[in-house]
């Protein structure tokens, strides 16, 4: 078998490459969503009306009669498509890719602006913090489709104080009902647009938050009298949870939203969620992200876990406080992902001792605890007195999906 993946363009037959077409005139066997399928109504080989990647594997492989199938798919199979899954899964040998023309080149040439420094980011049919990728970035490109739109997305951007940065949506492109706006973020956030359509948003304030390493300065956060996870403990939660770019954490007990704050900075594109229930540490934790302009990070107040049920699955969680319910914690974050990755900080041996029995209760692995003994110096006229810290158990560990 040789499976044809064929870009279609962003929906008008004249924007297939002649290649393309001549790979559908070839297949035995027709597949893709139905859209793509009615712009060959005269092809003799059998249409599937299939678009994800799991249902095409499996039509497949109940097929072999089919020597040359074909797989439709819109705009070009190098930008966010399905193809990624099916080159996968068949190999190289057995697939052949045909490039088409993107909805981001489509809508660069409508616009009359170069994308080669945009930032290209997919809203379709998947979580995106659109404001997180606009803070960062002085153009961000986004494909939209299903709960996430054009205006929903604008609105979002509004709320998060990106009201006033020009945007352009593209709507049906190519085809007959093509339309293209131009207006400010607030002003396209109350108009309503077509399921396919794109956006391109305009922050020339844009400034690129990556974070080079851990442990800011503790100055850098207002405190109160709230305890705070000190600068040089705080580097080593952090790299115990070994954070992504992309992760989804949690920050249980997140006191003045310290380690909460260095996440986000870390994870710029993901999502951070600062778990507290007393409301001086939660004012603290509104004020530390926006004093560093953080579009990443979500308060949620309340006791653990019962306020994190409803909160999506973490990649890692830190717990820094647990009110004495670490057990029914720790029991969440498996529920929701067997494999999280979990960091917990201790003053006492009686904590340390705890966590350490139920990690392994709960079928943890890698665990491991270290203690962090940190003394600072003080001046003491011409000399240098080291002031010792309290000393902190860092424990951490990995889950295990036994899926």
Known sequence: MKLSLV????????????????AVSRADCLMGASRLLANFPEHRAPQVPLALPEQIIEYLHAHPEFQTPCVLLSGD????????????????EQTEVYPGISSVSCFSSRLGIPWQDWHLVSAHGTACEIAAHVANFEKTFALTGGAQTPDSLCRELDAAGFGECAAYV??????????????????????RFAPLSVLLVMNPRACERKASSFGLPDGEFLRGDVPMTKSEV??????????????????????TGSVSVEMALFARFGKVYAVECS???????????????LYNLSLIQGMAPHVCEGLPAPDAAFIGGSKGKLEEILSLLRQKNPAVRVCISAITLETACDSLKLLAELSFE?????????????????????????????????????G
């Not at 966010?80 to 068949?90: C, N, P, Q, T």
Request: with cysteine; hydrophobic share 40%; charged share 20%.
């Open 77 to 92: 199979a190098g930008l966010y498509s399905g193809a990624k899954k099916l080159v996968e899964h068949f190999g190289a």
């Open 170 to 191: 593209g709507q049906n492109l190519s085809s007959p009902q093509e339309a293209v706006f131009h207006g400010t973020v607030r002003e396209l956030g109350k108009m």
């Open 366 to 402: 890698e665990i491991e605890a270290v203690q962090v003994s940190i003394s600072k110096t003080k001046r003491a006229g011409r000399s240098n007195l080291l002031m010792a810290n309290n000393p902190v158990f860092v424990i951490s560990a990995a889950g295990r999906n036994d």
């Open 279 to 293: 409301d001086e540490g939660c004012s603290l934790i509104r004020q530390n992200a926006q004093r560093l302009g």
């Open 7 to 22: 870009s279609s363009g962003p929906g008008d037959l004249s924007q297939m490459t002649y290649a393309a077409v001549q």
């Open 234 to 255: 705080r580097s080593v939660i952090l790299s115990k949870l070994r954070l992504k770019e992309t992760d989804t954490l949690w920050d249980i007990g997140a006191g």
